[in-house]
């Protein structure tokens, strides 16, 4: 068990560009979660899979935003034509459904959009 | 809609001294409260949890939190703050509902005094 892997840390790029971040659910989990966190606040609920089935997204995920869970594994989560308001921390989280509440988040990817 | 309140975004404590954090909650169903910690550029870490049960709530590095349903209230304390505890704090609520997505509050920033 290595945890939440979240790829990449980091990610700086320019108004109107596509970015994709990955993350790595713990292997037995069978939920995961995003989440959007701005400076001086606390995370906000963006989507949440279970299994390969996205089954809720908040208000805050709009059009230009869009994520997937393939085979019910691995997840990404795709920014198209970034805005400087898309800056944030991107964080996942993933737990198994009935485990008692065993939420574990990953590090994060701060996006930087310039 | 469930709703989290953090009273003071800032709180400064003496090494030694009692850490008391503050959280408030709103739900119209019978919630599961947390606090997690955050550290500069990390992801959140779980402190300690309550679902049902005992109301006080022992986590790690000797926190805890009891559940005051009356006061709708899951404060957080320490007896004895050590510098290594200064990082910000979130407390967050999630219903038994199907989704069990976490709602944060803004969190407060920890800072300890030598």
């Known amino acids: 068990d290595t945890g939440v892997s979240q790829d990449p840390r980091h990610k700086i790029t320019k108004r109107g560009q596509n970015v994709t971040f990955r993350c790595d659910p713990i292997?037995?989990?069978?939920?995961l979660y995003w989440y959007r966190q701005t400076l001086g606040q606390g995370p906000e609920f963006l989507t949440y899979?279970?299994?390969?089935?996205?089954?809720?997204k908040s208000r805050l995920l709009s059009d230009r935003f869009s994520a997937e869970r393939p085979k019910g594994s691995f997840s990404t989560l795709e920014i198209q034509r970034t805005e400087q308001g898309d800056s944030a921390m991107y964080l996942c989280?993933?737990?198994?459904?009935?485990?008692?509440?065993?939420?574990?988040f990953g590090s994060g990817t701060r996006l930087t959009v310039v | 809609a469930q709703s989290v309140t953090q009273l003071g975004s800032h709180v400064s404590v003496s090494e030694g001294a009692l850490v008391l954090l503050r959280c408030n909650y709103s739900?119209?169903?019978?919630?599961?409260l947390f606090w997690y910690v955050q550290y500069p550029n990390q992801g959140l870490q779980l402190l300690l949890k309550?679902?049902?049960?005992?109301?006080l709530v022992k986590g790690i590095n000797g926190f805890e939190a009891e559940f005051k349903k009356s006061e709708t209230s899951f404060h957080l304390t320490k007896p004895s703050a050590h510098m290594s505890d200064a990082a910000e704090y979130f407390c967050?609520?999630?219903?038994?509902?199907?989704?069990?997505?976490?709602?944060f509050g803004s969190g407060t920033q920890l800072t300890v005094l030598p």
């Open positions: 899979f279970q299994n390969e089935a996205q089954l809720e």
């Open positions: 739900s119209s169903v019978p919630p599961y």
């Open positions: 292997s037995e989990h069978n939920r």
């Open positions: 967050a609520v999630s219903d038994a509902g199907s989704a069990r997505q976490l709602t």
């Open positions: 309550y679902t049902t049960g005992a109301t």
């Open positions: 989280a993933s737990t198994l459904i009935d485990s008692n509440y065993g939420y574990t």
